[in-house]
């Protein structure tokens, strides 16, 4: 299981993909609970919301995994899939996504 993310648009009549941003693995779902703001409850927390105003927790939860990367590898899953690089790169990712189309919504499936 992954988390899967993309960026839409309400058109008025649907919602439309602007941007897939990709997916990263549920096992690292430790690590986003973490460095996300408590009330996001992980990654799933930013679903529904518009892209342009979860850059400021975005840009918290990278600073917070960079300076912190010994915390962070400790939780790495055993089963090797997914790891502390991986899940910082998910993130940065996102963040960079959000900059790009601050209009849009984020999708999380």
Not at 15 to 43: H, Q, W
Not at 55 to 78: G, H
């Amino acid at each position: 299981m992954s988390y899967d993310i993309g960026l839409y648009i309400n058109t008025g009549i649907e919602e439309t993909e602007v941007m897939d941003i990709g997916n990263y693995t549920y096992n690292c779902s430790g690590m986003f609970r973490k460095a996300l703001p408590a009330e996001y409850g992980g990654i799933n927390g930013l679903s529904g919301k518009v892209a342009g105003d979860e850059i400021p927790a975005l840009r918290i939860a990278v600073r917070d995994m960079e300076e912190q990367p010994e915390v962070y590898s400790a939780m790495n899953p055993p089963n090797g899939w997914g790891n502390y690089e991986g899940a910082l790169q998910f993130l940065k990712d996102i963040l960079a996504a959000c900059k790009t189309h601050p209009a849009t919504i984020i999708r999380v499936h």
